[in-house]
């Protein structure tokens, strides 16, 4: 009995006589198709417009069989992912996260979003950070908030085999080497703009209610969504403690709610903390009590079933971020107009800078550093989980501490050569 055996396939050429591998076809218009089988039984195509890119495409989709990566999914695009990655989304505050989305569908999803994820390149992700700075003219931080869930997004796809690597690797520290952003540092008050700045703010009538909330800022360190939520039975002025157990979030996102606030655990687990009161933090607290009884303030907000704010509107309800902010700008304003106009020489006066609520967290922490208080304890207070981030700070000011003390040595030796030789 003869042995059947199975036809060798025919061999088989395109229009240029170049002969055509297996799954290989030119098609009528003169482009050039390649089909295979992947390993779970699936179909796929690929399209070209002449056979050596066919075969540029054939040689990766072999290499990216070999790595792992998933060939069936060249169509999704950056927004694609995003999706998926709110749907894996895990270990992120959900203020953080409302924030990612925003961010996300405010300067992504309209264009660097539609691209093909797979297609997208570093040179891909520093032309769109570049845009970012220089023709939307967005803050650096605003700009890090943008790389943070990207880069976020992006991962999601390598972790799952669908990207070789992570196109957003490093990208926002080219982009701040590139435009000198890490340059402008965050700078605290001077010790003579911030005695000005509340000397200003007790004597002025129409912004004597700001003085209660922003001298205890100055002076605990504590950060604006952990200020505006304090209520009055998280303090205890017998034994002088702040006990530092939740934030305020004012959400101000497109989505269903709308504008809101909500209670969050502090951002990091180190924020829980205890803050020991000086003499002039607890006459604050009762300076804002006193102030609303007689302005028949009663505290009337509630958020997450929690109520009794310390800081609240005329209206009893709960302070934020944007309402104490645009207080420092009008602040800042009359101050350094009032300064300017007694002005009656040429002399450099103490002005106020352009600053906001978090420059005052930055100031406290400077104060604490320039009095040599145990680096330990400043972390603590400050509530940073990370001591390295209390170290730059404490750095820089022994930095200008050095520098002010080397001024003052220089002069005094060139008070003293001038006075030996005269």
């Not at 540092?185 to 911030?194: D, F, G, N, V």
């Not at 207070?381 to 050095?402: E, F, P, Q, R």
């Amino acid at each position: 009995m003869k042995k059947k055996t199975r036809p060798k396939p025919s061999v088989r050429f395109d229009s240029n006589h170049i002969r055509l591998r297996t799954g290989e076809t030119e098609r009528p218009n003169g482009t050039y198709l390649f089909r295979w089988t992947s390993e779970d039984g699936r179909r796929h195509s690929v399209y070209a417009p002449t056979l050596e890119k066919l075969r540029e495409q054939e040689e990766q989709i072999i290499v990216d069989k070999h790595d792992g990566v998933r060939s069936d999914v060249k169509s999704l695009t950056v927004n694609d992912l995003f999706d998926l990655w709110c749907q894996l989304k895990r270990g992120i505050k959900d203020s953080t996260f409302k924030n990612y989305i925003y961010m996300y569908e405010m300067f992504v999803k309209p264009s660097f979003g539609q691209k093909r994820a797979v297609k997208v390149v570093k040179s891909d992700v520093r032309k769109f950070y570049n845009n970012l700075a220089d023709n939307k003219v967005l803050k650096i931080a605003t700009i890090d908030n943008v790389h943070n869930v990207l880069h976020q997004v992006f991962q999601v796809a390598v972790d799952d085999s669908l990207m070789r690597i992570n196109p957003t690797d490093g990208m926002l520290k080219e982009l701040k080497q590139s435009h000198d952003f890490d340059g402008t540092k965050r700078k605290a008050l001077t010790i003579s703009q911030q005695k000005l700045f509340l000397e200003y703010l007790r004597k002025e009538p129409v912004y004597l209610h700001w003085y209660p909330v922003f001298y205890i800022m100055c002076n605990t360190g504590m950060r604006v969504g952990e200020i505006t939520g304090l209520r009055w039975r998280d303090i205890d002025l017998e034994q002088g403690l702040i006990s530092v157990n939740h934030t305020l979030v004012y959400y101000n996102h497109r989505d269903e709610k709308g504008c809101y606030f909500s209670i969050n655990t502090p951002k990091t687990k180190a924020g829980e903390r205890v803050i020991p009161m000086t003499e002039g933090v607890k006459e604050a607290f009762l300076m804002e009590r006193e102030y609303q009884n007689e302005a028949g303030i009663e505290s009337l907000g509630r958020v997450d079933g929690y109520d009794d704010f310390i800081f609240v509107n005329k209206d009893g309800n709960v302070q934020n971020q944007g309402a104490l902010n645009k207080a420092i700008k009008r602040i800042m304003r009359d101050c350094n107009c009032e300064i300017l106009e007694k002005l009656t020489d040429d002399s450099e006066p103490v002005l106020l800078p352009a600053f906001s609520c978090h420059h005052l967290r930055h100031t406290f922490a400077t104060r604490l550093c320039e009095s040599g208080i145990n680096l330990k304890v400043i972390q603590d207070v400050l509530g940073h989980a990370d001591v390295s981030t209390t170290m730059n700070i404490y750095v820089d000011v022994t930095n200008d501490l050095k520098k002010k003390e080397i001024l003052s040595f220089s002069s005094y030796l060139d008070k003293g050569i001038q006075g030996a030789t005269s």
